[in-house]
């Protein structure tokens, strides 16, 4: 039911722009996260939008780089990701947040199958 989309390789300082489309249900009424995991380790938490898109929160790893938003009538939720550097190579995954924190991966119900952004140096 998401779909993640928009990766790719970059260079270091690059930006690259990642959506997330929901289609057969809407989530306008959730918060939606992105996630992140590198080779080799666990999954993290990037960044998240609340359902109206007033609200955001972000990873301390990608505060001021990366921007995350969502349009509600499109269904999609976008992180636009800038100065990409090379500890960013990781699958991005697109989340619906039921409940519980922010930034725990365990308050997420639906996830999206991830795509990979690979930044070279």
């Known amino acids: 039911q998401l779909q993640a989309s928009g990766g790719g390789l970059a260079q270091a300082g690059d930006s690259l722009r990642l959506s997330c489309t929901a289609s057969r249900r809407t989530f306008s009424s959730n918060v939606m996260g992105w996630f992140r995991q590198a080779p080799g380790k666990e999954r993290e938490f990037v960044a998240a939008v609340s359902w109206d898109g007033g609200t955001t929160f972000y990873a301390n790893s990608v505060k001021g780089r990366f921007t995350i938003s969502r349009d509600s009538a499109q269904n999609t939720v976008r992180l ?19 409940l519980g924190a922010w930034d725990q991966g365990s308050s997420y119900d639906y996830w999206g199958r991830g795509t990979l952004v690979t930044v070279s140096s």
């Open 80 to 98: 636009q990701m800038n100065s990409l550097k090379p500890e960013d190579t990781a699958v991005y995954y697109c989340a619906v947040k039921g």
